[in-house]
T-cell receptor
Framework: SQKIEQNSEALNIQEGKTATLTCNYT??????LQWYRQDPGRGPVFLLL?????KEKRKERLKVTFDTTLKQSLFHITASQPADSATYLC?????????????FGKGTMLLVSP | NAGVTQTPKFRVLKTGQSMTLLCAQD?????MYWYRQDPGMGLRLIHY???????AKGEVPDGYNVSRLKKQNFLLGLESAAPSQTSVYFC?????????????FGEGSRLTVL
């Protein structure tokens, strides 16, 4: 079965710096990889999806890379702000017949200090 | 547009009691999912449904039953609750053949089994 590891349980950075979160997986590469944000006491919210044939995806201050050789995805938040503090989840998207059964990592808690 | 609504939000049960969690979505999504989230474990898929009248087992289905009698509703039942089922339960839905395959999550139902 697939195993997913997100680099650390918590990451502390200063406002304005770039936060880099890591997602590593074993076994076969998924067709897609998704990133979600989860605030305390709330449900996860979708941020970005990257396909196996895409090396990089951007959305505003967010950037995701996907390296199927290294079996790794990196998630970057540039010019980080305290409002970016949250837990970030990566999920392997083993898509089948149009629907996604996602396998989630445990998440990395990001704390951005002013 | 409410999105995905879960009821109840909180519940305390005694071992052996039964209960049903209700998930309702108003986005006309074909696919619906039930996840549980435990500290240090991440989100794990319990059951899912690819359409009205169909259900399938996920990673951790034991002790749970589900039903999808209407497209907009997905029910998760615990017939005889156990302390190991203390968790936060998230319902999610997704659209068939979506460009992104993103999951839309509810706000969660926190269940404590004493």
């Amino acid at each position: 079965s697939q195993k997913i590891e997100q680099n650390s349980e918590a990451l502390n950075i200063q406002e304005g710096k770039t936060a880099t979160l890591t997602c590593n997986y074993t076994n076969y590469s998924p067709a897609y990889l998704q990133w979600y944000r989860q605030d305390p006491g709330r449900g996860p919210v979708f941020l970005l999806l990257i396909r196996e044939n895409e090396k990089e995806k951007r959305k505003e201050r967010l950037k995701v890379t996907f390296d199927t050789t290294l079996k790794q995805s990196l998630f970057h938040i540039t010019a980080s702000q305290p409002a970016d503090s949250a837990t970030y989840l990566c999920a392997l998207d083993m898509r089948s017949w149009g629907y996604s059964t996602l396998t989630f990592g445990k998440g990395t808690m990001l704390l951005v200090s002013p | 547009n409410a999105g995905v609504t879960q009821t109840p939000k909180f519940r305390v049960l005694k071992t052996g009691q039964s209960m049903t969690l209700l998930c309702a979505q108003d986005m006309n999504h074909e696919y619906m999912y039930w996840y549980r989230q435990d500290p240090g474990m991440g989100l794990r898929l319990i059951h899912y449904s690819v359409g009205e009248g169909t259900t399938a087992k996920g990673e951790v289905p034991d002790g749970y039953n589900v039903s999808r009698l209407k497209k907009q509703n997905f029910l998760l039942g615990l017939e005889s609750a156990a302390p190991s089922q203390t968790s936060v339960y998230f319902c999610a839905s997704s659209y068939y053949r979506a460009n992104t395959g993103e999951l839309f999550f509810g706000e969660g139902s926190r269940l404590t089994v004493l």
